[in-house]
């Protein structure tokens, strides 16, 4: 199993804030039943959290971090569980963070995070295909054990 | 029974930051008394406290970050304090949303810590705390006469 076009199609538009994009193709993702979207998007994760934060980091700053990017969202942001996206950038950088978490919670946690993490980056769009096939890579791996 | 006199006196010394004198002051208390008099302070001084600082101005973002700049504060704050939790209090003693589903103990711990925090930011001096202390006091005399615990 690796990770199909689709999926990094999916996790490009929902990078550029394509949203309508991105769910058309996610719903063709879903239909599709294909393996290997949520290994990607871990990946992605994994990959920009360990950018913005490695190798220094403390539990302060990621609490901080996550309570500024849903203070950007105000209300918006009452779905997305604060001590879940904690947990996922405290995983993204090998901190043995307790998980006992709902796939919901922590895949809605995940994309919300990246939705703040890559805009950081500023790619260009040469930059964020190249940040795109890191994560396949480093999914694709995982996948193949 | 309302607030007692000792009851204020433990919070004034939490609040004043003198730890040991709470701890002793505490002790002290008629405990039975305390399940609903110093539960009732905490409880109102909480509302208070939220309400002079998110009242008048506060946004969901100042909610969220306040939350979680208290939680940054050391790592026992971190584990101790949900989040969700800290931010639905918050929002509830604005009048918003339901904590219905918070059981006591939840709910009067998190009230507790989110005061202290709030108290803190708001660098009271020694009259200003004794005034936050008399306006919470006649609050939580007006919960319990209410029989309203710690949700009013």
Redesign the interface.
Known sequence: VTVADEHAAALRAHLLHDFDEAERLNRRVAEADMPGYGELIWAALVLATRHRFAPKWTVSQVIKYVAAARARWGKDAEDIDPRAAEIMLRRALDDDAPADLDETVKGRAQIFLLGELIPEEQFDNAELDEFLAKARMLADNWLSI | MPVTNDQVAALRALLAGEVDLHARLFERLDQTAAETGYTALIAAAFFEAVDRRFAKEG????V??F???L???S?RL?DVI???VAERLIWHALGEGSIADLDTETKASHQFLLLGGLVADAHFDAAGLDEFLATARELGDRLIGDGAGTDP
């Open positions: 946004t969901a973002a100042d969220i970050d939350v979680g700049d939680r940054s504060r790592d971190a949900d989040p969700k």
